[in-house]
């Protein structure tokens, strides 16, 4: 039971290319989440599913687009990176009325 | 929407010290309050939580506590150890449905042995 798994664990792209952070769960959770964390502004939601064919816009999610492939997967992806993009993003899942359960995150960094 | 203002950003205490963070919350229809702890490198994880209903939360050494009059909440944590060292965050979410929740900006304790 690995929870929330996120791939990759570091990514380092170059302005205008384009990638998919991965999520799973395998917790058969309804809702799944994205966040971003940057020094000093907390954790920012990004999108979120509230359950498998939906998907919502959350506090910042320009420059981003998500899939909720299946009830598992929920993937992040950034069409045309820019350096405003580099952060540490976290995928989280939770089941009705309980907090998101974080996954080990991805360091992403845009050169 | 909701926004949550977290003080103080960084805190620095001796080893047997208590802490005291605070968060404030905007929407009065916010009915949920948990907390999350992040250490270095590693993911939030959540560590109590409080609701409308309820004043007062403890559990060991951590205890929340909700005003929800003045629109504020804490988390004091008693006897400090340098494994309490780590980034802090409070947030607010209304209970229903799939919880989203918004979250303060975290402070970094800091618990020196």
């Known amino acids: 039971n690995a929870g929330v798994t996120q791939t990759p664990k570091f990514q380092v792209l170059k302005t205008g290319q384009s990638m998919t952070l991965q999520c799973a769960q395998d917790m058969n959770h309804n809702s799944m989440y994205w966040y971003r964390q940057d020094p000093g502004m907390g954790l920012r939601l990004i999108y979120y599913s509230a359950s498998e064919g939906t998907t919502d816009k959350g506090e910042v999610p320009n420059g981003y687009n998500v899939s909720r492939l299946n009830k598992r997967e929920f993937s992040l992806r950034l069409e045309s990176a820019a350096p405003s993009q580099t952060s540490v993003y976290f995928c989280?899942?939770?089941?009705?009325?309980?907090?998101?359960?974080f996954g080990p995150g991805t360091r992403l960094t845009v050169l | 929407g909701e926004n949550v203002e977290q003080h103080p950003s960084t805190l620095s205490v001796q080893e047997g010290d208590s802490a005291v963070i605070k968060c404030t919350y905007s929407?009065?229809?916010?009915?949920?309050f948990p907390w999350y702890k992040q250490e270095l490198g590693k993911r939030p994880q959540l560590i109590i939580d409080?609701?409308?209903?309820?004043g007062e939360k403890k559990d060991q050494r951590i205890a929340v506590t909700l005003n929800k009059t003045a629109k504020h909440f804490s988390l004091h944590i008693t006897e400090t150890q340098p494994e309490d060292s780590a980034v802090y965050f409070c947030a607010a979410s209304r209970e229903g449905g799939s919880y989203i929740p918004t979250f303060g900006r975290g402070t970094s304790l800091i618990v020196h042995p």
């Open positions: 409080i609701r409308s209903n309820v």
């Open positions: 929407d009065s229809a916010s009915n949920y």
């Open positions: 989280a899942s939770s089941e009705f009325a309980t907090m998101p359960f």
